[in-house]
């Protein structure tokens, strides 16, 4: 039987072809190809400085260590996104803790987020870094995020891993405009694959240094930052505990020739989005709200079903939907219920719009690689498991 995935990557021969001059050059780690993938994206979101790495994991944790992140600090994101966005703090040994979403978009709620930070201020425990999480690939309302940034001192890390290609108001996510850096995954299931891989923007030259070394075991080149005397042309120091976090250049020439498509991808993923939202318009389901304020990349397509009007379970109609070979997922399980976070102390009924929207949603496949035939069947199956 046909298997419809919920995401998938798209390749073409030029990215085949990029990859193998790679292949075939001087260099597959640490060459040229880094610095033009990491060019290209900086210069289509209009941030001044991009920083490659090896996943989106990497990508936000090197980001919280720039920001300073320490054991005494906190850090806050949504509940409604993968485990990494939080565990990047706990990486830092900082506590983690979540601000409940919005009801319309999924995203980190800034009325919840404001007053949450009201509480905080009054009991000494403001977080040190937010990471608004831009959920589907729809960006979350940042110029709040920005302002309350300003008014309490918090450092924004955009999670971004589903959202390049999208925009905020007139700028491109990743604009760094809103915030202090950003964060883009490129693994398969995302908009532009690098097969793993990541990447840290900033327009501040500061934060970039930092995640230069971070990403490579805090290791400099660079004399005015050297402690000391200078011994050689062979010289480097150590001057911070980094990692070796680096992209490969056979996965920059990848990503540097997916980026050729990036528009045309995200234009592919509205298309199919507008398809979905005439064709299922009557069945029993929320569809995706769009804020007027974003254009959304559209990593994600989740419907949520409406309890009251549907007689089977949510669990019963995914299943009937995997049993029709559609790769249907949910995103996300709460991450403040994950096992780990309960033992940290965080409870069911902690974040209850997060919680009952998990008990609601699924996502359904979309990508850019998508054929109409594929789309039909699943708009057909979903009517009839629905029906
Ligand atoms: C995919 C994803 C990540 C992690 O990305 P990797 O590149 O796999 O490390 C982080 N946050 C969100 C919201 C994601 O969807």
Redesign the pocket.
């Given at each position: 039987m046909k298997y419809i995935p919920y995401g998938r990557q798209d390749i073409n021969q030029a990215d085949i072809e990029a990859v193998i001059q790679v292949l075939q050059s001087d260099w597959i780690t640490q060459g040229p190809a880094i610095e033009q993938f990491e060019r290209k994206i900086a210069e289509y979101c209009g941030a001044k400085y991009a920083v490659a790495v090896n996943?989106?994991?990497?990508?936000?944790h090197i980001a919280c260590m720039s920001a300073g992140l320490g054991p005494e600090d906190i850090l806050w994101t949504s509940p409604n996104?993968?485990v990494?966005?939080a565990n990047c703090g706990r990486y830092c040994g900082a506590a983690v803790d979540f601000v409940d979403i919005d009801f319309r978009t999924y995203n980190m709620s800034v009325e919840k987020l404001k007053e949450k930070l009201i509480n905080a201020k009054i009991e000494g425990k403001l977080p040190k870094v937010v990471v608004p999480?831009h959920?589907s690939g729809q960006s979350c309302e940042m110029d709040t995020i920005l302002m309350l940034a300003k008014e309490y001192g918090f450092t924004v890390i955009e999670?971004a891993?589903?959202a390049v290609g999208g925009s905020y108001k007139e700028q491109k996510v990743g604009s760094c405009v809103y915030s202090d850096m950003t964060?883009f995954?490129?693994?398969p299931?995302?908009i532009v694959t690098t097969a793993?891989?990541?990447m840290v923007l900033t327009n501040k030259r500061e934060l970039y240094e930092k995640l230069i070394r971070f990403r490579s075991h805090g290791i400099t080149r660079d004399p005015e930052l050297m402690i000391g005397e200078i011994h050689g042309p062979w010289y480097y120091q150590q001057i911070d505990l980094g990692f070796n976090y680096r992209m490969t250049d056979i996965q920059a020439a990848l990503g540097l020739s997916q980026m050729e498509r990036l528009d045309q991808f995200v234009t592919k993923r509205h298309a199919v989005a507008e398809k979905y939202n005439k064709e299922l318009q009557n069945l029993p389901v929320v569809l995706p709200w769009q804020h007027p304020n974003t254009y959304s990349a559209y990593?994600l397509y989740v419907i949520c079903l409406e309890e009251n009007k549907i007689v089977k379970t949510h669990k019963q109609i995914f299943e009937e939907l995997r049993e029709a070979g559609i790769g249907v997922n949910l995103?996300y399980i709460p991450v403040h219920t994950q096992p780990y976070y309960r033992q940290l102390g965080f409870e069911w009924g902690d974040f209850p719009v997060s919680e009952y929207y998990y008990s609601t949603a699924i996502s359904i496949p979309i990508y850019s690689a998508m054929t109409d035939a594929d789309q039909d069947y699943v708009i057909k199956t979903l009517k009839e498991v629905l029906a």
């Open positions: 996943s989106a994991t990497s990508a936000l996104t993968f990494a966005s999480v959920f999670d891993s589903h964060v995954s490129f693994h299931v995302k793993e891989g990541g990593h995103h």
